[in-house]
């Protein structure tokens, strides 16, 4: 089954759990939606608001505002959220280990999860390490000696402190006997301008966003934490064909939240009206070409419940390694 079908399987079989839209409209959306991105621009919350507010905009005959509001390590867009009426018109765009690793390894004003109402989950991706073209080392093994015979002196950066990317990299020095300092970043995009300028050495990077570069040759490809290789760059290998297969169980994957007060009927006409609109060619197309893997499909009430599986998870995890996570 080719990555467009799937999508296409995906979403057909999402909007069948959930109501028509034709009834939808007539209680959502009723005015402008305003969907809150808690990182810059270019990032993977960013890129997947503006693909499905382009399309809910064109079929719902409203507005959709994107909002980028970065900070503190996605409170502060989140927080904006939280103080809107929760009618469905103001929604969260973020990724998964705002939920599910954040909360847990550094201390927020606010509970995500007691917060947000989770509606949908939109794309999954996977990550990838990479680095500047101009560092010495070619493969993961040249840079896993590079680093141990330079103590000390190399670093990483994360697309944001406390996520998936920050642990993934501190995983992999403990896997490998490494010591690369974390760098933390306020989004994707100032990150991988650093590493492209050589500010930085060396990333844990989410594959849709280091696409473009890899291709292009202004970073290189180390690895990807996917059990098999991505199908739009076969030539980089997996972490498990290193003998790294535990870092596979960092997923990353970006979702639309409201806040915990929406009404039911409105979460489930949000819900239709994101299927719908990932399901637009356009849009299927863009996300294909960008990296993306089809998101699985659940219910809202499935989405928090593996939601609360996954932060179990990574929460085990940090504790039996002793890894401490710190902006």
Known sequence: MTRAKFFSVIFTAIIGCWINFSDA??????????????FPAGGSPDIVAR?????????????VVIENKPGALGVIGADAVTREKPDGHTLLVTINSFFT?????????????GEFVP??????????????ITFPPKTLPELVSYVRANPGKVSFASYSPATVSHLAGLMLNELTGMD????????????????????????????????????????????????TRHPLAPSVPTFREMGYTDLEVLTAWVGVFASKNTPKEI????????????????A?????????????????????????????????????KGITLTP
Do not use: C
């Not at 693909?51 to 507005?63: K, L, N």
């Not at 993306?292 to 179990?312: G, K, T, W």
């Open 25 to 38: 409209q007539q209680r959502w959306p009723t005015k402008q939606v305003r969907i809150i991105v808690p």
């Open 51 to 63: 693909q499905i507010g382009e399309v809910m905009q064109r079929t719902s005959g409203h507005p």
């Open 101 to 113: 690793l954040t909360p847990y390894v550094t201390k927020l004003p606010i509970d995500p999860m």
């Open 119 to 132: 509606i949908v989950e939109t794309s999954r991706n996977t990550l990838v390490l990479t680095g500047n």
């Open 180 to 227: 690369m300092a974390h760098v933390g970043y306020k989004g994707t995009g100032p990150a991988q301008t650093d590493l492209i300028g050589g500010h930085i050495p060396v990333m844990v990077d989410a594959m849709n966003s280091a696409l473009a570069p890899i291709r292009d040759g202004r970073v290189r490809a180390y690895a990807v934490n996917s059990p």
């Open 267 to 282: 979460v489930t006409d949000i819900a239709t009206a994101i299927g719908l609109a990932l399901q637009d060619e356009g």
């Open 284 to 320: 299927r197309m863009r996300m294909n070409q960008l990296g993306y893997f089809a998101p699985i499909s659940r219910s809202p009430q499935e989405l928090r419940e593996a939601l609360q599986v996954e932060a179990r998870k990574l929460r085990e995890i940090v504790a039996k």
